[in-house]
């Protein structure tokens, strides 16, 4: 009676190319006869190991193999599997034959499926995950299952890992508090933010999800308590003034005869050439420096609050106006449609005098498809890494150099020793600065939170929330004056006090939007927010 691995041929091993592909079988053999059971696993001739009987691990697949990790465990289950058959049958004092060995897998088959394939090794039924997840049958888009692979990558390979570690072969119900919790620690000392680690453990309750609602098992895969990366990271944006400094730094501009001279000092002189063709035919070419359109392009995400993806491929014909003149600040929005969003969600920003001055620029002589900034030389938009990369030299060469703090912590929200030192701002400058920029210039002048999200095309107020910090100043805002004209009142009993200046109806609605604002977010008590309301109305 033997158990063994064999490759399914239809001719001799010599005659395969080493690139064909054969399947994997475990075969049983007893009393002269033989039984062929399909391990569903496919190896390279160049990949399988003849001599795997030999060697001291037993793994016919060789390492050459990217995936001979998963590979060899999915044989081993198998032999596994026919191997307690019959164990099962001899303890049962039958006759393991092949016939009978066949019947009981094929039964054993049937009865996992009735189980809702509870005994089904955890790492085959998570691929079975990862290919639906790569299927069309994935309601979600391209671009999110673009951010579900490093997750499930990183899921595998520490399965793979813990299963060699400990010779085991995991269920899905072996998938415990302390296989998470060791998966966190892996990832941890990988490197990996408590942010990224957070995604490796929703893969898993996903993946949890997913099984119950395909009737692969009942059962709940939560991360530990003990885990709890909710750090409030320090948010970094621009403020008003430096983005009116990068918008009055001319010299990066063409028509600046000093720009060669700026730009050769810090070895960055390059030039962008936008070619279009106008409505008679003609081919139109109009020229300008790198770093003149890098930092129109900053300015331009500060001001419409749009991601780097959507911004470059906005067309003029994006820019739906409210009147046809063409002397003085036109009127008018900025539609666009977000490239993040399933359902390809329409975000209208209006336009301000910035925006306008920059459209201006790049849009004159161009026809409504045209897209409103210049392209690469093949046509394809400037790439996000490559504008990060120059984007923060350009906010050197400016002085960005406020000194912001962005600490890093471990998985228990506590700061890493030596994440807390102090960099100047020009380091963290990237495309997605100016959406944060936006967000918080809007907080500042006290829009509404619904109506920035409208614009910003979130949806969820949790996922806005990440986009900005509450600084000291709002704190010291909000309570500076707090019970000072009953304390006032109280010192200056004899004397006659001073009536404070009448505000005016535009004063008194942009306070009540602000104490409304922080009043939704929790900072304010709601006894306070209503004395505070009582005041500015002078209702007693």
């Not at 092949?98 to 090794?121: G, P």
Request: hydrophobic letters at 30%.
């Amino acid at each position: 009676m033997k158990v063994f691995y064999e490759i399914t041929q239809n001719k001799s091993f010599e005659k395969h190319d080493k690139n064909d592909k054969l399947i994997v079988s475990v075969r049983y053999r007893f009393q002269g006869r033989r039984l062929n059971t399909t391990t569903g696993v496919s190896v390279k001739v160049k990949d399988w190991d003849r001599k795997w009987r030999n060697k001291v691990n037993k793994e016919p697949i060789k390492t050459s193999d990217p995936q001979h990790k998963e590979k060899n465990l999915r044989l081993k289950q198998k032999l596994i599997e026919v191997r307690n058959t019959i164990e099962n049958l001899e303890k049962d004092g039958l006759i393991p034959t092949t016939d009978l060995v066949k019947s009981h897998l094929r039964e054993n088959k049937v009865q996992k499926i009735k189980k809702t394939l509870k005994e089904v090794h955890f790492l085959v039924l998570f691929e079975k995950y990862e290919s639906w997840i790569n299927s069309d049958s994935f309601p979600n888009r391209k671009s999110y299952v673009m951010t579900l692979k490093p997750p499930i990558r990183d899921v595998k390979e520490y399965t793979t890992e813990y299963q060699l570690k400990y010779k085991v072969l995991l269920l899905p119900s072996d998938i415990n508090e302390d296989f998470i919790t060791g998966l966190i620690k892996w990832c941890y000392n990988r490197g990996l933010q408590p942010s990224t680690i957070r995604k490796r453990t929703k893969i898993l309750s996903m993946f949890s999800t997913w099984c119950r609602t395909n009737n692969y098992g009942d059962f709940v895969i939560t991360k530990p308590k003990t885990f709890s990366p909710s750090e409030e990271r320090q948010v970094i944006c621009l403020f008003r003034p430096e983005v009116n400094k990068l918008f009055h730094f001319d010299k990066f501009n063409m028509d600046n005869s000093k720009h060669t001279t700026l730009l050769n000092k810090h070895k960055c002189l390059n030039y962008v050439d936008d070619t279009w063709t106008n409505k008679k035919g003609k081919e139109i070419t109009k020229t300008y420096t790198s770093y003149e359109v890098y930092r129109d392009m900053l300015l331009f995400l500060c001001n419409v609050g749009c991601r780097f993806g959507d911004m470059v491929k906005m067309r003029v014909g994006d820019f739906v106006f409210d009147d046809k003149g063409i002397q003085g600040n036109r009127k008018g929005y900025f539609r666009f449609y977000m490239e993040k969003s399933r359902t390809k969600k329409e975000v209208k920003v209006s336009i301000n005098q910035m925006t306008d001055r920059i459209f201006r620029k790049y849009v004159n002589g161009k026809n409504l498809n045209h897209f409103i900034f210049p392209r690469t030389e093949f046509g394809n938009p400037i790439s996000n890494q490559k504008f990060n990369k120059h984007s923060k030299h350009i906010g050197e060469i400016v002085g960005l150099n406020r000194m912001v703090r962005q600490p890093e912590f471990d998985l228990y929200g506590k700061i890493i020793e030596g994440s807390d030192e102090p960099f100047p701002l020009f380091q963290k400058v990237v495309s997605h600065i100016g959406r944060r920029t936006f967000i918080r210039e809007h907080i500042e002048r006290g829009t509404p939170i619904r109506t920035i999200m409208k614009m910003t095309g979130h949806t969820t107020q949790k996922v806005f929330d990440g986009y900005y910090s509450i600084l000291d100043k709002d704190i010291l805002s909000v309570n500076d004056d707090l019970y000072s004209q009953t304390l006032k009142d109280d010192y200056n009993s004899q004397e006659e006090v001073s009536e404070p200046n009448e505000p005016t109806s535009i004063d008194v609605e942009n306070e009540l939007k602000r104490l409304q604002e922080f009043f939704d977010k929790g900072i304010l008590p709601e006894k306070i927010y209503e004395k505070k309301v009582e005041q500015i109305l002078g209702v007693k």
